[in-house]
């Protein structure tokens, strides 16, 4: 029985997970979806037993029903033929999208996560959720209007900060640029110029002991504590690496708890949570990422992300 990888071409994350697995003599068949339809093909026919066919490569080749689980990790889009007109790029895409991904997507094996899982993950229902999973939430505000912030703002008068719902990054000016979490300033409230285009996120500023980024494989938990030594990290830890230091920590039971609901609400098997610890050793949940990042967290704690990820991949279901 195969582990399915879907996942983009370059990442170190996904080939330490695919070592481990080599290691334990699990056969795997790696891909990315930008594949199909030029560099991947799929045969799949509807029998009295559900999808039966084939995953093609220009090498290899994979029985629909010999795979034991699939690791989606951050695959690309489906990359159509060139020369297509846009109509014809659009009507493409979509095709593979509800055809290739239709017929993987119904697979009954281990999905580590699910793609349909994870599109629940909206920001603002994981609160909701987390919330009735009994974990502490921040007070939140989803707005697009001047008016609202101001209001807000003067209720938390240690500061709110705003961060984005989705992306941590976009493309501007032919580069990256990365969407840290921004505190507002007294300049920032007293201009909210474009506010109004689309929706935003505010929370107060919540006062860190430490920060916690915990990942969640089946039912194991890794949890490492992040203390910022800069006033940037502080913020956004992601803003200043160097002044981070980690230690192992254990889980409270109630968020542990909590935590478990969360994730069997949503049907997870993976998750990468982040919390911050107050003074009073309060833990306040920020979100759950289905694909966050663990390969940094790994290397400086010694926690064996990897190998719990290639063990649920390889026990599938």
């Known amino acids: 029985m195969t582990v399915l990888v879907l996942a983009a071409d370059v990442d170190p994350t996904v080939d330490a997970v695919v070592e481990a697995l080599n290691h334990r003599n699990v056969p795997v068949f790696r891909c990315d979806t930008s594949w199909f339809p030029s560099r991947l093909a799929l045969d799949a026919e509807m029998t009295e037993t559900g999808w039966r066919g084939v995953l093609r490569t220009e090498r290899r080749t994979v029985a629909l029903e010999g795979l034991r689980s699939v690791w989606y990790r951050n695959p690309t889009t489906f990359a159509v033929p060139e020369g297509m007109s846009r109509a014809e790029r659009w009507h493409a895409t979509h095709e593979a999208k509800f055809g290739f991904g239709g017929v993987l997507w119904s697979l009954p094996v281990r999905w580590v996560n699910h ?19 009994g974990l502490t939430v921040p ?52 201009d909210m110029r474009a506010i109004e285009t689309t929706a935003h996120q505010f929370q107060p500023f919540i006062q860190k002991a430490y920060e916690v980024r ?26 200043d ?45 920020l979100e759950c990422n289905a694909a966050g990042q663990y390969g940094w967290i790994e290397d400086k704690t010694g926690l064996q992300i990897t190998s719990a990820i290639a063990d649920l991949l390889a026990k599938g279901q």
């Open 115 to 133: 793609p349909g899982r994870q599109a629940d993950l909206y920001k603002p229902t994981q609160l909701a959720m987390a919330q009735r999973c």
């Open 139 to 190: 007070p939140t505000l989803v707005t697009n209007q001047a008016d609202a912030v101001r209001r807000f703002a003067d209720r938390h008068p240690g500061g709110i900060i705003m961060k984005p719902f989705g992306f941590g990054s976009i493309i501007e000016e032919g580069g990256r640029k990365a969407l840290n979490t921004h505190l507002l300033t007294d300049t920032d409230l007293a």
């Open 214 to 239: 915990l990942t969640v494989v089946g039912s194991r938990m890794f949890a490492a504590a992040i203390t910022a030594h800069s006033a940037a990290a502080q913020i956004d830890f992601r803003s």
């Open 241 to 285: 690496y160097d002044a981070l230091t980690y230690r192992v920590i254990d889980v409270p039971c109630r968020v542990s708890g909590g935590v478990r609901a969360f994730m069997a609400q949503f049907g997870l098997a993976f998750g990468a949570f982040d919390f911050i610890v107050d003074p009073t050793g309060k833990w306040w949940m």
